[in-house]
């Protein structure tokens, strides 16, 4: 059994989920093969918000993917890194709409920049030309989603170590099963997950998946070539991201990649990621450039941050490349701010709050 300390306990803010996750848990093997379309409540993908489309058309007018920042994710990155939904058990119809030969929604945006942004600081191609398997550490990697893109980029080039919740293995487990035949998937388990597998067995393996309760058991590794969080810090405690990053800092031989808001109404459990990033790495974009474009708000900060990192104690620096994803201004924030959390949301949170 897990112990209550660390990375072990989720935070508060996972504890309300326990009924989504038993619903997964009991779903049908015909419902497991269309487990993306489960997947919403964790994901953002719910209808509304893009995974279906809009009923209107089934192909993306270039207006229209320009809207959902797909057009700029992609613009001058080669084609083999443009990403869209695999081709999995369609029982409810296409997970988005067509556009360029590839189906995409806005979900799929929040990857493609991602792809974007490492091939610009030229993760992408250090990966590919590297001569023996990398190490790529997600940590939270909810569905598996952008495991399978960079799993289907670098095949034969890398180890996907996912950390997670064990309920969000089980997810992203079958999903990676679904969408990766013919690649190898090592699920943890205690007996065979030793310190000698850690250091040399992962690397016969494209899909390595362990639960957050063993993040002790990883200490074994040597080297990170990158580390991803996307969404995923900001639902946990401080102590339990430095504790991420102290076990990464160590390691990672080439980047930190965060993309999550500095702090998250709905967890009272995280002060400021950039206050413990700075501990660890050098941040680029500097907290600052952020930081300028809400310092007349108060509380919260909704302003979606991607921060590429290096450790201090690594002598390295960040090249300054260009990123897509990025704010621009005040009145961004703004927008954002009521976008991301709708009033009514707003409001039960603060009459929650005042309740409380």
């Not at 964790?42 to 229209?64: A, M, N, Q, R, V």
Request: glycine fraction near 8%; include cysteine.
């Amino acid at each position: 059994m897990p112990d209550d300390e660390g990375t072990a306990n989720p935070s508060n803010f996972w504890k309300p989920w326990a009924n989504a996750w038993q619903y997964l848990l009991d779903l049908s093997p015909e419902n497991l093969r269309n487990i993306r379309y489960h997947t919403g409540l964790f994901s953002g993908g719910i209808p509304g918000h893009g995974l279906w489309g809009d009923g209107k058309s089934d192909d993306y007018t270039y207006e229209e993917a320009k809207q959902i920042g797909y057009t700029e994710a992609i613009n001058g990155l080669p084609e083999k890194y443009w990403l869209g939904e695999p081709e999995t058990a369609r029982a409810y119809g296409p997970l988005g709409k067509q556009y360029l030969g590839r189906t995409v929604s806005p979900i799929i945006v929040r990857s493609q920049r991602c792809v974007f942004n490492l091939y610009s600081m030229g993760v992408m191609q250090q990966l590919e030309q590297s001569a023996e398997r990398q190490t790529i550490m997600e940590v939270g990697a909810g569905y598996g989603g952008f495991a399978h893109a960079l799993g289907k980029i670098l095949k034969g080039k890398i180890t996907y170590l996912i950390v997670d919740l064990p309920e969000m293995l089980f997810v992203s487990g079958v999903y990676l099963t679904l969408t990766n035949l013919g690649q190898s998937i090592y699920v943890y388990d205690k007996d065979s997950f030793t310190p000698e597998f850690v250091a040399h067995g992962m690397h016969n393996y494209d899909f390595v998946l362990v639960p957050n309760f063993a993040l002790s058991k990883l200490h074994p590794i040597d080297e990170i070539a990158l580390m991803v969080n996307m969404e995923s810090f900001q639902e946990m405690t401080d102590p339990q991201v430095e504790e991420y990053l102290s076990f990464c800092a160590s390691r990672i031989t080439g980047f930190l990649y965060s993309y999550n808001t500095e702090t998250f109404y709905l967890n009272q459990e995280l002060a400021s990621l950039s206050a413990l990033f700075t501990k660890y790495f050098d941040l680029y974009p500097d907290p600052s450039f952020y930081d300028e474009l809400v310092k007349d708000r108060s509380g919260w900060d909704p302003t979606r941050r991607h921060h590429f990192g290096v450790p201090m104690s690594s002598g390295r620096t960040n090249p300054k490349a260009s990123l897509v994803g990025l704010p621009t201004s005040p009145r961004y924030a703004k927008r954002l701010a009521r976008a991301v959390v709708p009033r009514w949301v707003r409001q039960l949170a603060i009459r929650t709050m005042l309740e409380g």
